[in-house]
């Protein structure tokens, strides 16, 4: 089971750090995606790290001011997320899978969401 946390109220330019943890599973051997919806919209690619946290995808809206990293010893995936904009609100998902994609059914695994909220 995954579970996303670390999500809450911040100002614009502000950051945040998100966490994914896993239990009963380990995440290590797993392909780890964050993903977000706001409000009326589709759920939203963000973007992912392999297994061994070398290679990295990340959604043009992000690139640069988000990082994923992991900590495979703690079975925990993070986004941080600085330079927080207001179209940054969303519930933020993490997801685990086999490939190093930006589809959200590659992913076999989704853990509850954590709300961020950014204000202008």
């Known amino acids: 089971q995954l579970q996303a946390s670390g999500g809450g109220l911040v100002q614009a330019g502000g950051s945040l750090r998100l966490s994914c943890a896993a239990s009963?599973?380990?995440?290590?051997?797993?392909?780890v995606g964050w993903f977000r919806q706001a409000p009326g919209k589709e759920r939203e690619f963000v973007g992912t790290?392999?297994?061994?946290?070398?290679?990295?995808l990340y959604a043009d809206s992000v690139k640069g001011r988000f990082t994923i990293s992991r900590d495979n010893t703690k079975n925990t995936v993070y986004l941080q997320m600085n330079t927080l904009q207001p179209e940054d609100t969303a519930v933020y998902y993490c997801?685990?899978?086999?490939?190093?994609?930006?589809?959200?059914?590659?992913?076999?695994?989704w853990g509850q969401g954590t709300l961020v909220t950014v204000s202008s």
């Open positions: 997801a685990a899978g086999g490939t190093l994609s930006g589809t959200p059914n590659t992913y076999a695994y």
């Open positions: 790290i392999n297994w061994r946290g070398v290679n990295r």
């Open positions: 009963g599973r380990a995440l290590s051997t797993y392909v």
